[in-house]
């Protein structure tokens, strides 16, 4: 078994054993209502200890940390990908809810040192009990900080600073306070996530041109620095498929097995790594004997129809998935 699925597992035997006894009537309602906060994009569930009851934070842990894992694991292959030659051994989350990144970046063989700064006390110490499921973070030194990102000092640097699901929750003068913060305490790496949403893709747009202007490298998933060449209209988000897990599939009243976390996100580094040449922006169009793709380029983006008589190009195309780099 991979060390991706694997690390998922655990995490979902340790989502399965802090839900052991809880009513699935009342996790289903209080997944709903999560639901319905997250389409609006205006959550009443801010993370506050005076916002969120634990039948809550229970559900977000059952409903949505699978969904959050998976993207961050995605984002997080990204940075391996672009920057192989980092060595994640220290860690910042800023805004960890129940360490859903700390669980992706568990990849990173090497990591011994994780800062998580979490607002709501209870979802902290959620977090810590679930992460006492995971083999892999036996051997990282954790340290949770009860505050907001506003209470983190920049005297201690971080190889990666990450942020995941957050910028939602601030407003625009906190999100830009935030991203000066996460800058100055990376010591090589700042990773953002947030929805694959309309909104969500602009709050990443806004950070990415932030953080070009302090003096980072974007590294993915954009293959330039330059201008989003994306219209007004158009958004820049990617997608990865879960399964779900028993527990899941009971709490959202789901009857597929499976689902889809859209997601949007920026990597940038002090001035290390590799951009790729082109990025796959939409799922490949595949049809006999032709592969449709959008790409996102330097030049802007383009539209490659491959066929049979293209050889080797058609062959690799055929291969590409959305979100994929072409070298």
């Given at each position: 078994?991979?060390?991706?699925?694997?690390?998922?597992?655990?995490?979902?035997?340790?989502?399965?054993?802090?839900?052991?006894?809880?009513?699935?009537?009342?996790?289903?309602?209080?997944?709903?209502?999560?639901?319905?906060?997250?389409?609006?994009?205006?959550?009443?569930?801010?993370?506050?200890?005076?916002?969120?009851?634990?039948?809550?934070?229970?559900?977000?842990?059952?409903?949505?940390?699978?969904?959050?894992?998976?993207?961050?694991?995605?984002?997080?292959?990204?940075?391996?990908?672009?920057?192989?030659?980092?060595?994640?051994?220290?860690?910042?989350?800023?805004?960890?809810?129940?360490?859903?990144?700390?669980?992706?970046?568990?990849?990173?063989?090497?990591?011994?040192?994780?800062?998580?700064?979490?607002?709501?006390?209870?979802?902290?110490?959620?977090?810590?009990?679930?992460?006492?499921?995971?083999?892999?973070?036996?051997?990282?030194?954790?340290?949770?900080?009860?505050?907001?990102?506003?209470?983190?000092?920049?005297?201690?640097k971080y190889d990666l600073v990450i942020s995941g699901y957050v910028l939602s929750?601030?407003?625009?003068?906190?999100?830009?306070?935030?991203?000066?913060?996460?800058?100055?305490?990376?010591?090589?790496?700042?990773?953002?996530?947030?929805?694959?949403?309309?909104?969500?893709?602009?709050?990443?747009?806004?950070?990415?041109?932030?953080?070009?202007?302090?003096?980072?490298?974007?590294?993915?998933?954009?293959?330039?620095?330059?201008?989003?060449?994306m219209t007004s209209d158009d958004w820049c988000h990617f997608g990865v498929r879960?399964?779900?897990?028993?527990?899941?599939?009971?709490?959202?009243?789901?009857?597929?097995?499976?689902?889809?976390?859209?997601?949007?996100?920026?990597?940038?580094?002090?001035?290390?790594?590799?951009?790729?040449?082109?990025?796959?922006?939409?799922?490949?169009?595949?049809?006999?004997?032709?592969?449709?793709?959008?790409?996102?380029?330097?030049?802007?983006?383009?539209?490659?129809?491959?066929?049979?008589?293209?050889?080797?190009?058609?062959?690799?195309?055929?291969?590409?998935?959305?979100?994929?780099?072409?070298?």
């Amino acid at each position: 078994m991979m060390g991706n699925e694997l690390q998922l597992l655990q995490l979902n035997h340790a989502i399965e054993a802090a839900l052991s006894g809880v009513s699935l009537r009342k996790l289903g309602d209080a997944a709903e209502r999560l639901s319905i906060s997250y389409r609006s994009e205006h959550s009443p569930f801010w993370r506050s200890e005076d916002k969120w009851s634990q039948i809550d934070r229970l559900a977000y842990i059952a409903a949505r940390m699978p969904a959050t894992y998976s993207a961050a694991v995605s984002v997080l292959d990204e940075l391996h990908d672009r920057v192989p030659e980092l060595e994640v051994q220290s860690l910042l989350d800023i805004g960890s809810g129940p360490a859903t990144c700390l669980w992706a970046a568990g990849k990173f063989g090497r990591l011994r040192q994780a800062k998580l700064v979490e607002p709501d006390r209870e979802m902290a110490a959620l977090g810590e009990q679930l992460l006492t499921g995971s083999l892999q973070m036996s051997g990282i030194d954790r340290e949770w900080k009860i505050t907001d990102f506003n209470d983190i000092s920049s005297d201690s640097k971080y190889d990666l600073v990450i942020s995941g699901y957050v910028l939602s929750e601030l407003d625009g003068l906190q999100r830009k306070k935030l991203i000066n913060i996460a800058w100055e305490t990376s010591r090589h790496a700042v990773i953002l996530v947030e929805s694959g949403s309309m909104k969500g893709f602009r709050r990443i747009l806004e950070s990415r041109d932030q953080l070009i202007s302090l003096g980072a490298r974007i590294v993915a998933p954009c293959p330039h620095a330059g201008s989003c060449p994306m219209t007004s209209d158009d958004w820049c988000h990617f997608g990865v498929r879960l399964n779900r897990s028993s527990i899941q599939r009971r709490v959202k009243g789901a009857a597929l097995s499976y689902e889809d976390e859209k997601y949007s996100y920026v990597v940038a580094t002090h001035g290390i790594g590799a951009r790729t040449t082109g990025r796959v922006i939409r799922r490949p169009v595949v049809s006999k004997g032709r592969v449709k793709l959008d790409l996102c380029t330097a030049e802007g983006i383009i539209q490659k129809n491959l066929i049979k008589g293209n050889g080797d190009s058609y062959r690799r195309a055929k291969k590409l998935n959305w979100a994929d780099s072409v070298e």
